[in-house]
């Protein structure tokens, strides 16, 4: 466990997936690199497609946008840069702002040497890698998350995608990125509910994956909490390392390995659906949705209490919610049967066994997950 | 060179993609096996969403699903089939059209053991293939093509997607089906036209890779127009043939290998966008389309004027066009620009350097094109 003076200024979490490898470099106060890191990567630059958040697109996409502008290809000619903000929240993961960016896609005569540059959160990667991946069957792209969840989670992996009016993340791709730039300090905007959300996939990495990881969560919350960046730095190398691992043994969720990362997700996309898109953050929902599945855990008798007293411990030291006193079975109940980790109507969870490993249940009864929801209500 | 009683009654091109290999399958009148092939390539069956064209809903779809709805699952269950007639025509590779087969895929409950069964031509093939890509990020799909330019080219390789409203095919995935089932009897209710489109396809193939093979088009063409039983199936295995081998070599496009492919089509694609879609069919466009690259291909000193002649003399025995009167260049030109294929801005052409070879060329001048269009006038 390394304290703060042994934690490295700049480092770099390789994803290893054959010819689809591709580096997460973490740094603090870095960003003016970025595009250089851009160009090496690449091998290749002649056209970027910047697609931000209303949000971040001052200073953060900017920034970047303005920085390739000044670049030269290697034929000598300016880099050609094109930047399209999309409207902040969840309902910008639509078909209608898809077609939006495929149209400007078109327009600004992108080809299959073009690369779309996300720089934003989940849904900004989500939505923009979907464009890439779609587009002329497929670009490069580059992530650049805002936000610490899309640092610790959605950035990495290639799940791209967007919503159908009744179904979160219903299609989409894996499309992996080219590299994934992580700068804490474009977190200095980012508001605080947002950041505590992103801290609910860093504890999921502890119980799922890594016990090491997790004691030091219960000794260095209250540094995250004040977002030190020696500490945010090693929270997200730690994430990243865990997701990475993860997402090299199961890159399209075929063995199962990959559904461990759902820990807490199935409740939570429950929990999400019904509260309406966008009133409970997702981090918000997967703390909660962690507590249901530890009490499930229980109920199953797969875990010792002690786990949820430990998990539940931590998510209160990290400010997150550990109940959801609007939890309504008759509605989520539904919705977790339409799940697409769902196989063949079969529910299934990720449930903990002990702090550091999980596994993957089928065939659980109704009754068990509807006392798993009341238990947190 | 196989005479008719040498060519057998049932054979299978392989396609050789490492993980993502399978099988053609070629005969006539065995549609009735499909269900039991579809099993046994897939291992478990249990949902089959049959997406068809409109037009050969009835016999064809009908007679697959019943099929399929009479079949078990490993389990004993009967398997669940759904059946979604889309309108015939190129209009319906749309986003609207995706939007609806999403909503209905989602509507029957549809998980990732569920798969996608392609009943129908190009259209049928690439919208179904691209809704099969995208939902749930990739559920598996089995192509069962009712047209000769499907059979022989649309229906393999992988290449699936839908057109933007003023550039075809411009969003979409590479998705390997699983299997491709090829009955020529299913070509019955085929209309003369769309069959002869379909040659088009065939002679490219003789021209980009297979000498002998056009040979033996130059001697059996009365046959094909015939629709005689052997040679259709002759003719249908050696182009899946020759598209196995370059797509085996090149799967993404991004050797430049696979581009030989699409000898004539950047003409084409201009002539079927400036004629407005549909209009001209799409094998009459690369009809076409080849004549313009032959003559370009003459007009660089690339091949011998003796190419054109005898390209000429089999399209006129297939029945095909291989002239385009209202072609106009000023339109054309602006739409081979935008084409995907195009790299950096740069126009690219594939132009024969004799039957049975190819090749890949860039930085070609505009008013080469423009002459090679005015030829076939």
Redesign the interface.
Known sequence: MLSGSQIPKRQTVEVSLGDRSYPIEIGTDWIEQFCDTIAGVLGDL??ALVITDAAVETPWAMKVATGLAKMNTTGGDSVRVNLLAVPSGETSKS?TQL?TL??WM?ES?T???SVVIAVGGGVIGDLAGFAA??????IRFVQIPTTLLAMVDSSVGG???IN?P??KN?????WQPAAVLIDTTVMSTLPDRSYISGLAEVVKYGVIDDAPFFEWLELNASKLIERDDEAVRYAIAQSCRSKANVVGEDE??TSGRRAILNYGHTFAHAIEATAGYGEVLHGEAVAIGMQMAANLSIELKLCDPDLLQRQTALLKACQLPTTYAAADVNAMLPVMK?D?K????NLRFVLPERIGSVMLLGEIEGSGVIHAIEACR
């Open positions: 002649s056209h078909l077609d495929w149209q078109l005569s080809d299959r040497r991946a779609s587009f002329t069957r497929g799940k791209t995608g159908l009744t179904a219903m299609v989409g791709a894996f399209r969720e339409r697409k769902v196989s063949h109507g």
